[in-house]
Each structure stands twice: as structure tokens, then as C-alpha cells.
């Protein structure tokens, strides 16, 4: 089994320091939660960025600034900026985290219009061919991100068409989110079946999810995804102070499973990335 592979998604576009005040806005602030993820063993960050005063955007300035940021003091740092955003983003305003320097290792695709929670997130199969020619034009490796049973289908299908790039196609499995495709190890288990020979993939639980997802992912040779984007709580009603809480606790149910934990240039080898120069 390849070594486990944990992203950190930090920050996310809907949750509040009023759910918890750990949660970062500021660029100080994404820096300081990144650096934590990637200390505890966090060899990915998936990135979203805020205003200030905590609204989601997707400016490419802010993504330029919160990329050297984060670089600076996470030179190894694998990110994965965000091209989902917020609910109700227009495709081009979610495009613009592809538009920094350097261009990103890998980005986010989403794989399909679902619920989510009381709205709907909108990804039109034009919007969903134009990330894929955008990430293919820039030599960008997609993560998918699929939040429902029949995404793999449909993101599987553009595959085959040459619409997203394909092999070796690395997947984040994004279950439990209200609406979507429950968090249960049955539906886990599915969705892995069905992905191509040479695929890699990514677990994520929402919210009281988040644990039992990883330790499943963990024992099937699958990779893990936690941070404040999906979950706020170390355990039941005990609210994590950091990002790196949440990793740390993900790299205990590793040890104690007995699975090692790739770093960044481990992380680089097992997705097919190039390394870094
Ligand atoms: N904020 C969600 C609506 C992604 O990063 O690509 C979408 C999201 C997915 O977080
Ligand atoms: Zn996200």
C-alpha cells in the first residue's frame, strides 16, 4: 500500500469564526492555518481564499498573494486551489485560481450540479468542459471532486471523451454533504470499485463524518481529506483550535492502522506530479 497522502482544506468558502474562531480570513491567518496542516503532516493544501472580513472570493490577486505566501513558509507545499469557489460564482470568476504564477500543480473540478445543503451547486456540463480545457491547456492535474454517486459517471464519460484530462485521474470522494451522497463506508466502497486501473483517490467526510471516512480510507488504501472547509470539531463538541489538530489526529488513526505518511515529494511520486525543481 502506498504511503497515506493527507490534504488539508483549510479554510473553504461557507464557514464562519463564529462557528469557530480558528477559522482564517486574512492572509496571515491562511498562512498560519496551512503551516500548522503541513507540520502535523498535511503533504496537500486544498485553498480557498477570503476578504478580510471573511467573504469567499476568487480573485487572482488574493490566490497569487496567498500562494507566496504559503510557499514561503511551505516551500514544498503541494496546493490545490479551489475552481469551485462559493454557490453562485459564474465559471469565470471561479477560473481565476488557475491564473497564478506559477501555474498551480493541480486544481479542483467539480463533477456536476448537486444540492448542497439549502442551495444548489451549479456545474453545468459547458461549465465543466471549460475547466477541463482551461486545466488541459495549462498542464494542470485535476483533482475531482465528486459529491455524488452518478459525478463518477458523468466526469468519467468527459474522460473518455478527451473533454477533462484522463489517466492517471485522482479523484476526492466528498461525502456527507446535506443533500448529496451520504458519508457511509457502502458508498465509499462503491464509488473506489468503479474508478479506472491506476486511479488515485481521496476520502472526505462532512462534519461528524470527517473521522470515520479518514480511518475507512485509511485501511483501504485510499487518501484523506480533513481541515475547517469540512469539519470544525476534533471530537464531539470539542472544537479544534487548528487546522494541524485535525491532521495530527488523522496521522494517530494512521500510525495506529499501521500506514505511513507520504510527504510532499512522496505525495509528488504516488499522484504522478513532477517533481519539484
Ligand atoms: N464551496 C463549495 C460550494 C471546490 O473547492 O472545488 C465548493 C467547493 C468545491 O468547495
Ligand atoms: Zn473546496
Redesign the pocket.
Known amino acids: 500500500m502506498d504511503k497515506l497522502i493527507i490534504t488539508a482544506a483549510i479554510c473553504?468558502?461557507?464557514v464562519t469564526k463564529e462557528q469557530n474562531p480558528a477559522v482564517p480570513y486574512t492572509v496571515e491567518e491562511i498562512v498560519r492555518e496551512a503551516k500548522s496542516a503541513v507540520d502535523a503532516g498535511a503533504a496537500i493544501v486544498?485553498l480557498?481564499v477570503r476578504h478580510d472580513d471573511g467573504r469567499p472570493t476568487q480573485s487572482r490577486d488574493r490566490f497569487q498573494e496567498c500562494t507566496e505566501a504559503i510557499l514561503k513558509v511551505c516551500p514544498d507545499v503541494i496546493l490545490i486551489p479551489?475552481?469551485?469557489?462559493?454557490?453562485g460564482m459564474s465559471p469565470d470568476e471561479r477560473l481565476q485560481s488557475t491564473d497564478t504564477t506559477p501555474v498551480p500543480e493541480m486544481a479542483?473540478l467539480?463533477c456536476g450540479t448537486c444540492n448542497?445543503g439549502d442551495e444548489i451547486?451549479d456545474n453545468t456540463m459547458p461549465t465543466m468542459r471549460a475547466f477541463g480545457k482551461r486545466m488541459m491547456e495549462r498542464g494542470i492535474k485535476p483533482e475531482y471532486?465528486c459529491f455524488e454517486m452518478g459525478h463518477l459517471d458523468t466526469i468519467l464519460t468527459m474522460a473518455r471523451k478527451g473533454e477533462v484530462p484522463a489517466h492517471p485521474m485522482q479523484f476526492n470522494f466528498v461525502l456527507g454533504v446535506p443533500g448529496c451522497t451520504p458519508a457511509t463506508v457502502d458508498n465509499l466502497c462503491w464509488l473506489v470499485r468503479n474508478i479506472p486501473a491506476g486511479s488515485t483517490w481521496t476520502a472526505t467526510g462532512i462534519g461528524r463524518h470527517a473521522f470515520p471516512m479518514a480511518a475507512a480510507a485509511i485501511a483501504m488504501g485510499g487518501n484523506v481529506r480533513v481541515g475547517f472547509?469540512d469539519n470544525l470539531y476534533l471530537e464531539r463538541g470539542v472544537l479544534a483550535k487548528s487546522n494541524g489538530e485535525l491532521v495530527a489526529k488523522v496521522v494517530r488513526l494512521a500510525k495506529e492502522l499501521g500506514r505511513g505518511v507520504a510527504t510532499s515529494a512522496e505525495a509528488r511520486q504516488i499522484l504522478n506530479l513532477k517533481p519539484r525543481s
Not at 82 to 87: E, I, K, L, W
Open positions: 473553504g468558502a461557507e486544498h480557498h479551489s475552481t469551485g469557489g462559493a454557490v479542483t467539480d448542497f451547486f471532486e472547509e
